[in-house]
């Protein structure tokens, strides 16, 4: 979506970490999204993060959010071949009906 | 809990054809929502149900499209005279409204206009 950005690829060693970012725009958001799509598959709710909150940990995942540059990162821990895949951004600010609005995807690719 | 699920996966029909795509959402969640998805980008809003009601629809679904979902369970979206345009995967999630109000997403269905 024209409103979420994302950077489009980046490349990592097995065993690094990953940081992919995604910047919105809406302030009104109440939650943020990151969700992992394989190939041919649909779209797997990753983690997410409530807005009055600067951090969130989960496993391998850290989720960091500046809500006052509307920036929120994904950081992976180390990071796997399995962890290659697209990684949306998502936030469900607008309108009464939480629909989501898209970054275009950031391809992460884990080489060996 | 056996997650949304979509169905066909994959459709290829030609040009003019009218199609239609069926999706059942995790079980106790009210609200369904339909996406479009082209290559190389983040999914895009197209309409939303909440029980059978239709309450909302984006632009992009034009005069072509319709969805229903009769009970409230099951819905389906239907696109008559396709168009190569039409060519995207089409996704469905479901949400029970509650909580983080995530939306938990079935494996699209492949839609292909030649």
């Known amino acids: 979506g024209e409103d979420v950005e994302q950077s489009l690829f980046l490349s990592v060693r097995e065993g690094d970490s990953s940081v992919i970012n995604c910047t919105y725009t809406d302030s009104s958001s109440t939650y943020l999204y990151w969700y992992k799509q394989e190939p041919g598959a649909g779209l797997q709710l990753l983690t997410y993060?409530?807005?009055?909150?600067d951090m969130k940990q989960d496993q391998r995942l850290t989720v960091l959010l500046n809500k006052k540059d509307k920036h929120l990162s994904l950081r992976i821990a180390d990071t796997q071949t399995g962890d290659s895949a697209i990684y949306f951004c998502?936030?469900?600010?607008?309108?009464?009906?939480?629909?989501?609005?898209f970054g275009s995807g950031t391809k992460l690719n884990v080489k060996p | 809990d056996t997650g949304v699920s979509q169905d066909p996966r994959h459709k290829i029909t030609k040009r003019g054809q009218n199609v239609t795509f069926r999706c059942d959402p995790i079980s106790e969640h009210n609200r369904l929502y339909w996406y479009r998805q082209t290559l190389g980008q983040g999914p895009e809003f197209l309409t939303y149900?909440?029980?059978?009601?239709?309450?909302?629809k984006s632009r992009l679904l034009s005069d072509r499209f319709s969805a229903e979902r009769p009970k409230g369970s099951f819905s389906t979206l239907e696109i008559q005279r396709t168009e190569q345009g039409d060519s995207a995967m089409y996704l469905c999630?479901?949400?029970?409204?509650?909580?983080?109000?995530?939306?938990?997403f079935g494996p699209g269905t492949r839609l292909t206009v030649t």
């Open positions: 993060i409530f807005s009055n909150m």
């Open positions: 149900f909440q029980n059978e009601a239709q309450l909302e």
């Open positions: 999630a479901s949400s029970s409204g509650t909580g983080h109000y995530e939306q938990y």
């Open positions: 998502a936030e469900n600010g607008r309108g009464r009906f939480n629909k989501f609005y």
